[in-house]
C-alpha cells in the first residue's frame, strides 16, 4: 500500500530533551516536507526537501533540524525541544518532476513538550 | 508575500443540503491550488486539484470547485452533504509540489 508513515503517532517529552520524528514514504517520492498543525493557523512548512541531500527552510524552521540521506526518510529533529513546539506534526511527500500532483500526507505525531 | 485565506472559521449545514467553503489567495502569479479534508484525528487527504484548463474541476467523495481568476477564489462545493462529510477543510496554494501554504481551516459540522 502506498503510504507515508510517521514514527511515533504521540510523544510527550520535556524541554530540552534531543527528540527525533521518522517520516518514511514507500513512493519513490522526490519531494518531501515537515508541517506543523496549530489551532487557527492551519499547517505551516517547517522544512522541505527536493531530493537526497537537498533540503531547504519552510516558513518556521527555527528551533528543527531535517536530514535527507536517503529518498524515502525524512527525520525531523528537534535538538532542544521548548513548550512552543508542542504541535501537530505531519510529513508529506509528492512525486516531484512528474509534476503537480499534491502531496500525501502521513498520519501525524501529536508532540507534547512539558 | 503569499496568503492563503479561508473566511469561515466554522459551517453548520443540515445533511443534504449543499455546501460551499470558501478560499481567496493573494499570489503573484496564478498558482496551483487545492482543497484538502482532515478527518478528526487523520492525516490530510487531497480532495481536488485546479492547475490550468477548465476552471470548474470535479474531485474525490462529490465535491467540485471553481477557479475564479477575477477574484482571486477557489471555493469548494457540494450540492448535498453528507454525515460523513463532518470535518476540517483546506484550501492550500503553490507554485510548485513542494511549498505550500495552507490557509487555517473550515470546521464543518453536519446535524442530522
Known amino acids: 500500500e502506498a503510504q507515508v508513515t510517521q514514527n511515533p503517532r504521540y510523544l510527550i517529552t520535556v524541554t530540552g530533551k534531543k527528540l527525533t520524528v521518522t517520516c518514511s514514504q514507500n513512493?519513490?517520492?522526490?519531494?518531501m516536507s515537515w508541517y506543523r498543525q496549530d489551532p487557527g493557523l492551519g499547517l505551516r512548512q517547517i522544512y522541505y526537501?527536493?531530493?537526497?541531500?537537498?533540503?531547504d527552510k519552510g516558513d518556521v524552521p527555527e528551533g528543527y533540524k531535517v536530514s535527507r540521506k536517503e529518498k524515502r526518510n525524512f527525520p525531523l529533529i528537534l535538538e532542544s525541544p521548548s513548550p512552543n513546539q508542542t504541535s501537530l506534526y505531519f510529513c508529506?511527500?509528492?512525486?516531484?518532476?512528474?509534476?503537480?500532483?499534491?502531496?500525501?500526507f502521513g498520519p501525524g505525531t501529536r508532540l507534547t513538550v512539558t | 508575500a503569499q496568503s492563503v485565506t479561508q473566511p469561515d472559521i466554522h459551517i453548520t449545514v443540515s445533511e443534504g443540503a449543499s455546501l460551499e467553503l470558501r478560499c481567496n489567495y493573494s499570489?503573484?502569479?496564478?498558482?496551483?491550488l487545492f482543497w484538502y479534508v482532515q478527518s478528526p484525528g487523520q492525516g490530510l487527504q487531497l480532495l481536488l486539484k485546479?492547475?490550468?484548463?477548465?476552471?470548474l474541476v470535479q474531485g474525490i467523495k462529490g465535491f467540485e470547485a471553481e477557479f475564479k481568476r477575477s477574484q482571486s477564489s477557489f471555493n469548494l462545493r457540494k450540492p448535498s452533504v453528507h454525515w460523513s462529510d463532518a470535518a476540517e477543510y483546506f484550501c492550500?496554494?503553490?507554485?510548485?509540489?513542494?511549498?505550500?501554504?495552507f490557509g487555517a481551516g473550515t470546521t464543518v459540522t453536519v446535524r442530522a
Open positions: 513512493m519513490n517520492h522526490e519531494y
Open positions: 492550500a496554494v503553490g507554485i510548485n509540489d513542494y511549498k505550500l501554504s
Open positions: 526537501s527536493m531530493n537526497v541531500e537537498v533540503t
Open positions: 485546479y492547475f490550468s484548463g477548465d476552471t
Open positions: 499570489y503573484g502569479a496564478t498558482p496551483y
Open positions: 508529506a511527500s509528492s512525486p516531484g518532476r512528474q509534476g503537480p500532483v499534491g502531496q500525501y
